[in-house]
């Protein structure tokens, strides 16, 4: 894998330079010099093998833009911009999709939250009574298998703003994975466990808290990241009911105008973001199931 990342690095350089493309000769020097950093910090050999691997692909794709794009022409430069009209669009472009990125920030990280903060404790509440389970279980998968898209008209029409609209759309798809995956998690729990507590006779909020809580977290977690990704998904969707700001309307604005070299952009910038914050989100969900990591 070293060797073939070597020659494809060279490969890259040679044909970046070749058509004077120094924004690109410079990413193709950078993605390298970014994993070998990176990997100065681990340890891990799986990790290290996939910097490695990730590095590689990375840089061969950008070979093949690089070569079907500028040096030999391949590709439609109207839909298929060459890697360095695409980098220097970044950087001129990256004020205006930063303050996009707090407005979609917005939407995404209030419709998020609120999701987790009714769908954890229903689901717990739900999953803790079989009564409420069977009466339960109908709706949901009705419910949770309708695409929240097809709320739009009712939320421009019914809520007060188009903001309260977006949120409700991107919470209407994180809702479900985590509401479902809660009750799951607490059905899932082990009878020897809950029979022990309650042979213990502990107050409702310890027991919530101490024992169903902590006993659901995996397939919580498992849940809230399903309901991260519906998030992201809908984002762009939300971002269409009156939105003048946005990384999905940035993208879906400049789409319309046939510029795609600044829909290449925004496609880019919207995977980084969403790179950063799964990595937090991985963290986050590391340090909340340590207890598992402790007991191996």
């Known amino acids: 894998m070293k060797t073939l990342l070597a020659i494809t690095i060279l490969l890259l350089e040679a044909a970046a330079l070749y058509r004077h493309d120094w924004y690109a000769a410079a990413a193709g020097a950078l993605i390298p010099a970014a994993g070998l950093v990176r990997l100065l910090f ?24 690089q070569a079907a794009a500028s040096n030999f022409r391949l590709l439609d430069p109207v839909l298929f911009p ?8 970044f950087f001129s472009e990256l004020k205006e999709m930063v303050s996009g990125m707090f407005s979609s920030l917005y939407l ?7 999701a987790l903060a009714t769908a954890i404790p229903g689901g717990l509440l739900v999953g803790g009574s079989e009564r ?40 209407s798809g994180a809702f479900w994975p985590v509401f479902v995956s809660t009750i799951s998690g607490v059905v899932n729990i082990p009878e020897t466990m809950l029979d022990s507590a309650r042979m213990l006779h502990l107050k409702r909020r310890t027991f919530v808290f101490r024992v169903l809580l902590p006993g659901a977290m995996p397939s919580i977690l498992t849940g809230a990241s399903l309901g991260l990704i519906f998030s992201f998904l809908l984002l762009t969707a939300a971002e269409l009911i009156g939105a ?27 995977g980084l973001v969403i790179t950063a914050i799964t990595a937090v989100f991985k963290r986050i969900e590391r340090y909340l199931l340590r207890y598992k990591e402790a007991g191996q």
Request: charged share 15%; net charge neutral; hydrophobic share 55%.
């Open 244 to 270: 003048t700001e946005g990384l999905g309307w940035y993208v879906k604005n400049f789409s319309d105008f046939a510029d795609y070299g600044k829909v290449i952009v925004g496609i880019i910038f919207i």
């Open 82 to 89: 060459t890697p360095n009209e695409v980098i220097r669009l």
């Open 108 to 114: 995404l990280g209030t419709a998020y939250a609120l």
């Open 42 to 65: 681990v340890w891990s050999k799986e990790r290290r093998t996939a910097i490695l691997d990730v590095t590689a692909v990375l840089t061969v794709f950008l070979l093949v833009w």
């Open 132 to 171: 409420l389970r069977n009466a339960f279980e109908p709706f949901s998968k009705v419910l949770s298998a309708i695409p929240p898209i097809v709320y739009i008209p009712y939320a421009i029409a019914l809520l007060p703003s188009f903001s309260a609209a977006s949120v409700f759309i991107i919470w």
